[in-house]
C-alpha cells in the first residue's frame, strides 16, 4: 500500500542544508495502524508530510498503491489526498467560523459529491463520533477531545483508506486521549490502514507496528510476546543507521 | 458545488472587513456612477453641433483709432480683399461669434404689443455672405439679398423687415410645426416686425450653457462702428495657413486700424468648454482613484485575511483542494463581498442621481451606465483579489502541520 525507498528530505536553508529524512525504508500494508515516535525535531512530521502527500521528497521513491508520488502534479497529489489519505492533526486543524456540518463537509466538496451524499456522509460520520446532534455548533463551543472527535469525522468522511494522525492526542488529557484512541483503534479494526506520530509511548505501544525516527533515520521497534506489558521491546532495525539510535533512545 | 453557501456563512462571522469593504465598493460604485453620468452630460453638450464649419473658420477683430474713419467704404474694401484672398471660401462681419461667450439677445414674439409672450434667441448681424461663411444649412427659405442689407449705425434701435431663424427657434415659435414658421411676421422689439424668409438647420447662440443654445436668428445688418469682427471660412485644411495671411493683408492694407484677436473657432470651442473639460477631468480622477483605493482596500483585506487564516488554507490543501480551488474559494468570497457592495451601491447611486435630476435638472440615470459600473466593480473587485489569492493558492499543504 505504502512503500519507500532509500527516502530522504533535504531542507536548504541559505547554505545551510538540513537532512530531516535519511534513506528511509518503509512498507506500510494494508490494514496496518503503526505509530511513529521519536524527539522533538527528529523528523517525525517531516515524514508524516511525505506520507501524506503534503510534501515531496529530496531523493528516493515512494510508492502509494503503486504510484509514484514524486511524479505527480501538485494537482494531482491533491486528489491523490483527497481521495485515499484522511488527516487528523495535532491542532485539530478545524475551521473556526464554519459549523461541525460545513467543517466535515470541506473535504466532500473538493471530492466532487453531490449535496445529498455529503449530507449523508456528514451525518453518518458525526454521529459515529457521537457529535450529530451538535453539528450546527461552532469548534469553540466544543472542548478539545469534541474538537479531535470532529477532525477524526472530517478524517473518515471521504472514506480514506489511510488515516494519518498528527499527535491526535497531543492537545487533550489523558481521559480524552484514550477515548481517541479507541476511536482510533475501532476505526484500524475497521479496515483504515493508520499512521500515528506520537510522543505517547503508552498509546504508541497500542498501536500495531512502531516506528522510531532520530536524525532522520528510521527504526522499527517488534514488541517481544508476553514483555509488552513490563515495556521491554527488541529493535528490528529498518535501516543500519538508525538501529543504535533507536535502541539508545529506549534504553536498550 | 462552489462553496458559496460555506463561505457566506463564514463571512457572516467575520463581517467587520467585509462589510467596511462592500461599503466602500459601495461608495464607488455610486459616485463612479453619477460622475460618469456628469461626464456623460457634460460630453453630449460639448458634443452639440454649433451648426458651423468650424474646422475652417477663423475670426478677429477690427479696431479703427483714426477720425472721420470711412467706416462702410472701409468695411467693403476689407470684406472684398479678404474674399480675394485665394484659399478664403467666404467672409462676412459679423456682431457676435457663436460659442463665445458673449454676444446678442433680443425675444421676438408672435403677435404684436407689450406683455405679449416672447422668444428669447441669440443675434448675429451678417450679409448675404453669412450663411456661406458660416457654413449653416439654409434648409427652407431663401438667403439674404445684397439689397436687403442695411446699415446699422450704433445708437440705432430699427430692426430689418428679414429675418432667417434656426430650426429651434422656428420650433419655439411654433411648436411642433416649426415648417409653418417661413414666411410668418413676428415681432421684435414689441411692434417691429420682421419676416421669416428663412430657415435654417442649426446655428448655436454665443452662451453654451443657455437652455435655448440652438435659437438664434440672421439678421441682414452691417455695423457702422469702432469695433467690427470679421468671420472667414477657408478651404478645408487651409485656415491656420491663412490666418496670418489674412491678418498681414488687412493690417497692410489700411494703416488707421488694428487688426488683432486672430483666433480659430475651434479654439472658441476649447475656450468655451474649457471648465467642462477640466470638470471632466477632475471626475475622470475621482473615479480612478476612488477605484484604486477599493482595489488596493480588497487586495489589503484579501492579503490580512489570507495571512491570518495560513493553517486554514493549508489545511484545505491537505485535505484536497487543489490549488485552483483555494483561488476559486478566495475569488468567490470576494465576489460575495462585492455583491453586498454592488447591492447597496445600487440603491446609493439611485438615491444620488434622484437627488442630482432634481438639484440640477439633469436627465436619469440610464440602467446601462449602472449596470456597467456594476460589470466594472465586479472585474476590478476580482482582478484585485486575484494576486491575493495566487498567494494563498502557494500556501504549501505541509503549513497544516506546523506552527504558524
Request: proline residues 4%; neutral net charge; glycine residues 8%.
Amino acid at each position: 500500500m505504502l512503500k519507500m525507498k532509500q527516502l530522504g528530505k533535504v531542507f536548504h536553508t541559505g547554505e545551510v542544508s538540513t537532512h530531516a529524512l535519511r534513506e528511509v525504508d518503509l512498507h506500510v500494508k494494508e490494514g496496518d495502524f503503526v505509530s511513529v515516535t521519536g524527539p522533538s525535531g527528529s523528523g517525525k512530521t517531516t515524514f508524516l508530510n511525505i506520507a501524506g502527500l503534503l510534501e515531496v521528497a529530496s531523493s528516493g521513491e515512494f510508492l502509494l498503491d503503486g504510484d509514484n508520488v514524486n511524479l505527480l502534479s501538485d494537482s494531482q497529489r491533491s486528489k491523490m489526498r483527497n481521495q485515499k489519505i484522511g488527516f487528523i492533526f495535532q491542532g485539530f486543524n478545524l475551521i473556526p467560523e464554519l459549523n461541525l456540518f460545513d467543517n466535515v463537509d470541506v473535504p466532500l466538496r473538493y471530492r466532487g459529491f453531490d449535496a445529498k451524499e455529503r449530507k449523508r456522509r456528514i451525518e453518518q460520520q458525526l454521529e459515529l463520533v457521537g457529535l450529530a446532534s451538535r453539528m450546527k455548533h461552532l469548534p469553540s463551543q466544543l472542548s478539545g477531545g469534541q474538537q479531535q472527535r470532529v477532525a477524526i469525522a472530517r478524517a473518515l468522511a471521504t472514506s480514506p483508506r489511510f488515516l494519518l494522525a498528527d499527535e491526535p492526542t497531543g492537545n487533550l488529557d489523558s481521559q480524552m486521549a484514550q477515548s481517541v484512541m479507541a476511536l482510533l483503534e475501532d476505526i484500524n479494526r475497521q479496515g483504515t490502514t493508520i499512521i500515528m506520530v506520537t510522543h505517547d509511548h503508552g498509546l504508541a505501544q497500542r498501536a500495531k507496528r512502531q516506528i522510531f525516527i532520530k536524525d532522520g533515520r528510521v527504526s522499527e521497534l517488534t514488541a517481544v510476546e508476553g514483555l509488552h506489558s513490563a515495556g521491554l521491546e527488541r529493535v528490528t532495525p529498518l535501516h543500519t543507521h538508525g538501529s543504535a539510535d533507536a535502541a539508545r533512545q529506549l534504553g536498550v | 458545488m462552489f462553496e458559496l453557501g460555506p463561505i457566506f456563512r463564514a463571512l457572516l462571522r467575520q463581517k467587520v472587513g467585509a462589510v467596511l469593504i462592500a461599503l466602500q465598493i459601495a461608495l464607488t460604485l455610486s459616485i463612479m456612477v453619477n460622475a460618469i453620468f456628469m461626464m456623460q452630460n457634460r460630453s453630449t453638450l460639448m458634443a452639440r453641433p454649433s451648426g458651423l464649419d468650424e474646422a475652417n473658420l477663423f475670426y478677429l477683430s477690427n479696431t479703427v483709432f483714426a477720425q472721420n474713419y470711412p467706416h462702410q467704404a472701409a468695411l467693403e474694401d476689407d470684406l472684398r480683399l479678404i474674399r480675394s484672398i485665394p484659399g478664403v471660401v467666404d467672409a462676412t462681419q459679423i456682431n457676435a461669434i457663436p460659442l463665445s461667450g458673449g454676444g446678442w439677445s433680443m425675444s421676438l414674439q408672435k403677435k404684436a404689443g407689450e406683455g405679449e409672450d416672447g422668444t428669447g434667441v441669440a443675434v448675429y448681424m451678417v450679409d448675404e455672405h453669412g450663411i456661406n461663411t458660416l457654413g449653416v444649412e439654409l434648409i427652407q427659405g431663401e438667403n439674404f439679398q445684397n439689397t436687403d442689407i442695411r446699415w446699422r449705425a450704433a445708437s440705432a434701435v430699427d430692426w430689418p423687415e428679414r429675418t432667417i431663424i434656426s430650426q429651434a427657434m422656428a420650433e419655439a415659435l411654433f411648436p411642433g410645426n416649426w415648417q409653418s414658421a417661413l414666411g410668418q411676421t413676428v415681432y421684435i422689439n414689441n411692434n417691429e416686425p420682421m419676416q421669416i424668409t428663412g430657415i435654417i438647420k442649426t446655428l448655436q447662440a454665443p452662451w453654451n450653457g443657455w437652455d435655448g443654445v440652438e435659437r438664434s436668428m440672421l439678421v441682414p445688418y452691417q455695423l457702422e462702428g469702432r469695433n467690427n469682427r470679421y468671420m472667414i471660412r477657408t478651404e478645408p485644411g487651409r485656415r491656420d495657413e491663412l490666418m496670418p495671411i489674412v491678418e498681414k493683408a488687412l493690417a497692410e492694407s489700411d494703416k488707421n486700424r488694428i487688426i488683432r484677436g486672430v483666433t480659430s473657432l475651434e479654439e472658441t470651442r476649447a475656450d468655451s468648454y474649457r471648465s467642462h473639460n477640466a470638470l471632466n477631468r477632475i471626475l475622470l480622477l475621482v473615479i480612478v482613484v476612488l477605484t484604486l483605493i477599493t482595489a488596493f482596500g480588497i487586495v489589503g483585506l484579501a492579503m490580512f485575511s489570507i495571512n491570518r487564516r495560513k493553517r486554514q488554507i493549508g489545511t484545505r490543501r491537505a485535505l484536497g483542494a487543489t490549488q485552483l480551488q483555494v483561488m476559486r474559494y478566495f475569488m468567490l468570497e470576494n465576489l460575495l463581498i462585492t455583491s453586498l457592495g454592488v447591492l447597496i451601491g445600487v440603491a446609493a447611486a439611485i438615491g444620488l442621481n434622484i437627488w442630482l435630476v432634481s438639484q440640477f435638472e439633469l436627465k436619469p440615470l440610464e440602467p446601462m451606465l449602472l449596470l456597467t459600473g456594476v460589470v466594472v466593480l465586479y472585474l476590478v473587485g476580482q482582478l484585485a483579489v486575484l494576486y491575493p489569492a495566487r498567494k494563498a493558492a502557494a500556501i504549501a499543504p505541509a503549513t497544516a502541520t506546523r506552527s504558524v
